[in-house]
């Protein structure tokens, strides 16, 4: 069977990611403070060993080690020439981990239906006049971090823990600019605040959905964030009735539809010894995607606190 597309593949149903890099990094006791994205230059075999357990559970598409490889935020680590160097090897860890264990026939088959998903992050400022970045050296970022991604060999991109939306909107529109018709997948981080969902710069639902479809994302959606389990749950619902009511309002039929992605923590952080712990098994943290999944959001993973134990126990439910 040949690879199908990214884009074709989540028109087609589930798409399913895999959990968090950032924290497993932590439990193999990364260094505090380090720049994680360095280890795809320091110590592939790391990352690389990450994404296949994530392959082996289960995931139909592993997020590349990147999060932080834009040149603002490596910056702060004395890394800012490094962008090229780190995403670049970033895309080729992530394409290896996906092709070095297949050996039989039946594997290469299974190989061929996995994606790597360029990720990208905030840069960790915000723009002029709130913070001290221009639009232009913002857009420049995205730029070259998604050019060296593609160089790299990724499927699609994935931008996400966006809080802001104009920081989202010169992301997406940078990496539009260069990724040659790659799908790219918009998700921002929200917070349950007085009764709604926001993300820490106040946005709502409604506005990030209008804002990513009118840009062209392929899939809009969550990821990160301080929700319990059921509050992900309404804050999916949130997602698929602001997507049916802007669809009403453009008279756009049900085919057209956006892909809706869900990337949640487990559950809500508990701090122990200043230390972020998360507690919601893989059970538990399954059975709240499936209701996610049957709500029709179909890009599912998990963010921070995630494992591939939590991704196992989402593919036994889901994939059958
Ligand atoms: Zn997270």
Redesign the pocket.
């Known amino acids: 069977m040949a690879k199908a597309s990214l884009k074709e593949k989540i028109k087609q149903g589930l798409l399913l990611l895999d959990g968090?890099m950032?924290?497993q990094l932590i439990a193999g006791n990364i260094e505090a403070g380090k720049c994680s994205d360095y280890l795809n230059i320091e110590s592939p075999d790391i990352v690389s060993n990450i994404h296949k357990a994530y392959l082996q559970a289960g995931s139909d598409a592993v997020l590349t080690n990147t999060f932080g490889a834009n040149k603002i935020a490596l910056a702060r680590h004395g890394l800012a020439e490094q962008v090229e160097k780190i995403n670049i090897a970033g895309a080729k860890i992530a394409r290896q981990s996906i092709l070095r264990p297949l050996r039989t026939a039946k594997d290469e088959a299974a190989g061929e239906q996995k994606y790597v998903l360029g990720d990208i992050g905030p840069s960790g400022d915000f723009l002029k006049p709130l913070g001290n970045l221009e639009p232009q050296n913002l857009k420049d970022a995205f730029v070259r971090q998604a050019e060296a991604l593609l160089a790299g060999g990724v499927d699609g991109f994935i931008i996400e823990?966006m809080t802001a939306l104009d920081e989202i909107t010169i992301a997406i529109e940078a990496v539009k600019s260069v990724c040659g018709g790659l799908p790219v997948f918009a998700s921002f981080?929200f917070d349950r605040a007085g009764g709604d969902y926001r993300t820490m710069m106040g946005v709502d639902v409604e506005s990030a959905v209008s804002k990513a479809l009118s840009l062209g994302a392929d899939a809009v959606g969550f990821?990160?964030?301080t929700a319990t389990l059921d509050e992900y749950v309404e804050l999916a619902q949130k997602f698929v009735s602001a997507i049916e009511a802007l669809e009403k309002s453009r008279g756009t039929s049900h085919e057209s539809r956006v892909t809706i992605l869900a990337?949640p923590?487990a559950g809500k952080p508990e701090l122990i010894d200043g230390k972020a712990v998360y507690k919601v098994s893989p059970e538990d943290f399954a059975s709240a995607m499936e209701k996610i999944h049957s709500l029709g959001v179909n890009i599912i993973g998990g963010?921070?606190?995630t494992t591939p134990a939590h991704i196992e126990a989402i593919a036994k439910r889901l994939k059958k």
Do not use: L, P, R
């Open positions: 968090a950032g924290t823990t981080a990821n990160c964030g990337e923590n963010c921070c606190g």
